[in-house]
């Protein structure tokens, strides 16, 4: 009997499952971002010490995990699971981040949207008592996913206005089952959704559709509005896919207001540093919620915050076969409710 | 919402560049690329005195040396974001195209990393243009045997 689905696939959190700590390590540009005064580890240097962008995002993630583990005030050795993470093939940031660690490990691949459903699977193995503790982590890194997804560097190509700036951010957060908050009280995994965008210059407008299709099943399955949360944070769908979202959604009667918005708006600013339509990649959701929203939680400025990333599940191989770019977006219910507050 | 119903929308919604704006920009950038090497041409003759078939091949020498300088210390992408097609075209667009991968590849090594990706973005502009070369030299030979060209 399945006693946590809720609705057409929502899934309540029955036990405690709370974020123990949390860390994000970003970039020079995010850094120099609105959100910068947020980000306490950084590196000005892209290849941060390293000699290959691959090899230095491995490092951010590793360094992620590093102070997340020493914030909770746990050892490697007490965290049971790593569901990790990110945009490279065969997801190597995460492979190499992990290598030097014990803990039993997941690699993750949902493309942008690989926070929050690390943060599900985490929150399942907890609350399904197969696990005390276990660590959700993603990355991205502007030049890595630049080389692998698009051209060269210093190519001379001209962005297209819609076009999104990779994150160079890892972010990495630790679950457990201690009574604490934020508190993790809802999941809601995205299914694919693809309505025939080929633009890979257009992430947003590929993306908005399925992140329209899992707040909606959210908004129904537990019988709440928009009004009803604190903040409701999408993944990366930047300017564009921003206003496709409140557009979609606005046909369906749901009205997105002032407490929407997009961790690719908020990353960095769209009018001094040239990112055209915002921020995107695994690193943009995972360092604004590590970084910004759940320490605000923390302080309880933020007491209910619905988190959703949203992924565009497409290769270079796949685009230049004129396939169209199928997109994903998972959803976290995150609270500090009154009577964890109590016990906490 | 339908999908072609939704392109719609998406279409309707996406800033668009603007093609005044990107031609003029193409216009100004690859004309002053142009500017540049009719003054080495110039140079090359009359102060260095170098006949004019040799001061051409110099003048793409030397533009191809700048525009490989230029990748390499990381301006000529920012040029380019500009100048869009004016950065394209011109011969120094084809070292770009060059320069830039093997900057970007040479940590995976000489053999299987600078080698194979060096012409990752210019492989087309070779292939084709070799193949155009062909079929504008077959057109040329048969003008020629008609008596059209000299």
């Known amino acids: 009997m399945n006693i946590k689905k809720i609705g057409s696939g ?49 490092y951010m993630q590793k360094e992620a995990m590093k102070y997340a583990v020493e914030k909770s005030g746990y050892t490697a050795e007490d965290i049971e699971f790593i569901f990790a993470g990110d945009l490279l093939n065969q997801c190597i940031g995460s492979n190499y981040s992990v290598r030097d660690t014990a803990i039993q490990f997941f690699g993750l691949y949902g493309a942008c949207s690989t926070m929050a459903e690390g943060l599900i699977l985490g929150a399942m193995a907890i609350d399904g008592g197969f696990a005390s503790r276990v660590i959700a982590m993603t990355s991205s890194h502007f030049c890595s996913a630049e080389r692998q997804f698009r051209f060269p560097l210093e190519y001379g190509a001209v962005r297209p206005r819609s076009a999104q700036w990779t994150v160079t951010g890892a972010g990495c957060v630790v679950l457990g089952c201690e009574k604490t908050f934020p508190r993790i009280r809802h999941v809601c995994p995205g299914a694919v959704c693809d309505m025939g965008i080929k633009d890979m210059g257009n992430m947003g407008a590929a993306m908005a559709p399925a992140a329209a299709l899992t707040l909606k099943r959210f908004l129904d399955d537990t019988g709440t509005t928009p009004e009803d949360y604190d903040l409701i944070l999408s993944g990366d769908l930047g300017e564009v896919g921003y206003d496709l979202l409140k557009n979609l959604l606005s046909h369906d009667n749901i009205f997105l207001g002032n407490n929407y918005d997009d961790c690719g708006r908020l990353i960095y600013d769209r009018k001094t540093q040239d990112v055209h339509s915002g921020g995107s990649g695994c690193g943009c959701s995972a360092s604004v919620l590590t970084g910004y929203v759940l320490p605000k939680m923390r302080c309880r400025e933020y007491n209910n915050v619905l988190f959703m990333t949203t992924g565009a599940l497409m290769s270079p191989i796949s685009s230049l076969q004129g396939e169209t770019i199928p997109g994903i977006a998972h959803l976290v219910h995150l609270q500090n409710d009154g009577e964890v507050e109590a016990q906490a | 919402m339908r999908a072609e119903e939704y392109q719609r929308l998406v279409y309707q919604k996406t800033e668009k560049n603007s093609l005044v704006k990107d031609c003029f920009f193409a216009f100004l950038i690859g004309g002053s690329i142009c500017l540049l090497g009719e003054c080495l041409k110039t140079v090359y003759i009359v102060l260095c005195n170098i006949p004019e078939e040799k001061a051409g091949i110099l003048v793409s020498v030397s533009l191809v040396f700048l525009s490989a ?52 973005v210019a492989g087309s502009v070779v292939a084709y243009g070799t193949a155009a070369s062909v079929v504008y030299g077959v057109i040329y030979y048969i003008l020629m045997r008609c008596g059209v060209v000299g």
């Open chain 1, 10 to 58: 929502t899934y309540k959190i029955h036990g405690n499952v709370s974020v123990l700590s949390c860390a994000a390590v970003v970039g020079d540009m995010e850094k120099k971002g609105p959100l910068g005064h947020c980000f306490e580890h950084y590196s000005s240097d892209e290849y941060f010490g390293q000699d290959s962008f691959e090899k230095a995002e491995s």
């Open chain 2, 69 to 120: 300088f230029l990748t390499g210390i990381g301006v000529y992408d920012k040029i380019a974001r500009v100048g869009g097609a004016g950065t394209l075209v011109p011969i120094t667009g084809f070292a770009n195209a060059v320069v830039s991968p093997v900057m970007e590849f040479r940590i995976e090594g000489m053999v299987l990393g600078i080698g194979p990706k060096m012409f990752s």
